[in-house]
């Protein structure tokens, strides 16, 4: 099938399924199915962590040549419950419950294994699911590749301040309680769960303001990628977001990179942008040298939204691995 232009995306296209997958714990995670109902099976994973799966990453794939999954991580877009809600407990949502979620769809739909394709929070996802279930997995396509260490995390909430002090300030002084600065993504994770909706706000908009400052000099901008969110949006993917990594995404530090031998016979394609300053180019980097079956694309005039470039080196990637 030939793409739509003028951005070279595939056609927009609607599922022919969809359903609420009852996983357990009370949770509901919602997926769709839209493409060849027989074609190549691929699962798309999104960002965040919280974000949930969007109508245009079903565009990245030949819908003649490929059956396309999505889903909503627990807690986000359509997936209840709803983390937006502080009622909602969020001890059943972790890595390893997204990854078991992800098995028990494989199994729901009837598919044997499947393309994995995702981005930033995605891409740790991604590893984490192929690593514990390599037999299932067929390819990998990751752009902004991420591996959620605590480095990574000090980076993105505290060593980014270097270079915006002015933002970073801000964002720090939205959790004064937060002595030291190894505690201000603890702080916010502890506002996220207060029963005061005010609070909450607060929390959520330094949060979003802070996350827009770092990629405030992509080379491809749009509207503030986090602040331009819903309300109901902003406070799901937040809470979700400060939890994980206040935790550290329940990984030790470096597992995603020292366990890349796990991966060994799985094609990838890692798509990385130089000027990433939300995730450095540095992990995507150690990934490519851990996994012999990875290829590294840097896109030199790109960050961590990607663009033009970076677009077009993920569908060549999931042409190519269309077979």
Not at 16 to 42: F, H, I, Q, R, T
Request: proline share 8%; net charge negative; with cysteine.
């Amino acid at each position: 099938m030939e793409r739509a232009e003028p951005d070279d995306l595939y056609p927009p296209i609607d599922p022919y399924d969809s359903g609420m997958l009852d996983v357990g714990d009370g949770n509901l995670v919602y997926w769709e199915v839209c493409g060849n109902p027989a074609g190549k099976p691929a699962l798309v994973v999104h960002g965040g962590p919280g974000s949930g799966c969007t109508p245009r990453a079903r565009r990245y794939f030949d819908p003649d040549r490929y059956r396309v999954v999505l889903f909503d991580q627990r807690g986000c877009g359509r997936s209840t419950p709803h983390a937006s809600d502080p009622a909602t407990d969020l001890r059943h949502n972790t890595t390893h419950h997204l990854i078991a979620d992800m098995e028990r769809l494989r199994e729901h739909l009837g598919i044997t294994d499947w393309l994995l394709y995702g981005g930033s929070w995605g891409s740790t996802l991604i590893l984490a699911y192929a690593q514990t279930h390599p037999e299932r997995v067929t390819e990998a396509v990751i752009a902004s590749v991420t591996t959620t260490r605590r480095s990574e995390i000090d980076w993105l909430y505290r060593g980014a301040g270097q270079i915006f002090p002015e933002a970073w300030h801000a964002f720090r002084e939205a959790v004064p309680e937060a002595a030291d600065p190894s505690e201000v993504v603890p702080a916010y994770a502890h506002r996220m769960e207060s029963p005061d909706p005010a609070v909450r706000e607060r929390a959520t908009a330094a949060w979003c303001a802070w996350e827009d400052a770092v990629l405030s000099l992509e080379a491809n901008p749009g509207p503030a990628p986090y602040s331009s969110r819903p309300d109901r949006a902003q406070q799901a993917l937040v809470r979700i977001c400060t939890h994980y990594f206040s935790h550290g995404a329940w990984l030790k530090e470096n597992q995603l990179i020292d366990d890349a031998d796990r991966l060994t016979g799985i094609p990838a394609a890692l798509i990385h942008g130089r000027f990433d300053l939300g995730s450095p180019l540095i992990t995507a980097w150690e990934l490519d040298r851990a996994w012999p079956e990875a290829e590294l694309t840097v896109i030199d005039d790109a960050g961590h939204l990607g663009g033009p470039a970076t677009r077009r080196a993920v569908l060549a990637a999931l042409d190519r691995f269309a077979g």
